[in-house]
T-cell receptor, first 109, second 114 residues
Framework: QKEVEQDPGPLSVPEGAIVSLNCTYS??????FMWYRQYSRKGPELLMY????GNKEDGRFTAQVDKSSKYISLFIRDSQPSDSATYLC?????????FGTGTRLLVSP | DTGVSQDPRHKITKRGQNVTFRCDPI?????LYWYRQTLGQGPEFLTY????????KSRLLSDRFSAERPKGSFSTLEIQRTEQGDSAMYLC????????????FGPGTRLLVL
């Protein structure tokens, strides 16, 4: 079993929809949680960084962490075609990041 | 504010050849990480440095792989006697030692072994 599970998608939504992406994890040592966005053939770009359980909002993005359920989510409001990319959840206990497989998101105009 | 840079961006080589990649971290970031990403997968940790010291290596890093960060600034990753299974995107990231230690990634080097 992988330490971090993420549905690979693809997830197809129309422009303006609310998108929900999520990951589950098994390692209780993970304390820091991140979401990265990766466009095709590019490096991952940090979107959100959270430490504790709860919600964190940044513009159209909201990250949610539930440590008791070992479940994290990323919500995207008013999705745009430019949001079409692969979204990677990542988490760490000490130094190295452990990533999910990434969910490919397609937002159609 | 310059980000993490990697060179080359693409490399095609024949099986059995040696290849070397370079990573220049964000200035004043004293931690530097190497990851490998294959198609349809998330990046997997290979190794990391704090300044010039290599502090952790993944079991993915076979004897054919070696990484250095001689002066605590740029880093190189060398693969000897490349195999087709080495074909992947090699990503470099850097961070400060500040509690958050947010890792910022470079654009990656895409390796194809024929």
């Amino acid at each position: 079993q992988k330490e971090v599970e993420q549905d690979p998608g693809p997830l197809s939504v129309p422009e303006g929809a609310i998108v929900s992406l999520n990951c589950t994890y098994s390692n209780s040592a993970f304390q820091y949680f991140m979401w990265y966005r990766q466009y095709s053939r590019k490096g991952p770009e940090l979107l959100m960084y959270t430490y504790s359980s709860g919600n964190k909002e940044d513009g159209r993005f909201t990250a949610q962490v539930d440590k008791s359920s070992k479940y994290i989510s990323l919500f995207i409001r008013d999705s745009q075609p430019s949001d079409s990319a692969t979204y990677l959840c990542a988490m760490r206990g000490f130094q190295k990041l452990v990533f999910g497989t990434g969910t490919r998101l397609l937002v159609s105009p | 504010d310059t980000g993490v840079s990697q060179d080359p961006r693409h490399k095609i080589t024949k099986r059995g050849q040696n290849v070397t990649f370079r990573c220049d971290p964000i200035s004043e970031h004293n931690r530097l990480y190497w990851y490998r990403q294959t198609l349809g997968q998330g990046p997997e940790f290979l190794t990391y440095f704090q300044n010039e010291a290599q502090l952790e290596k993944s079991r993915l890093l076979s004897d054919r792989f070696s990484a250095e960060r001689p002066k605590g600034s740029f880093s190189t990753l060398e693969i000897q006697r490349t195999e087709q299974g080495d074909s992947a995107m090699y990503l470099c990231a850097s961070s400060r030692v500040d509690g958050r230690e947010t890792q910022y990634f470079g654009p990656g080097t895409r390796l194809l072994v024929l």
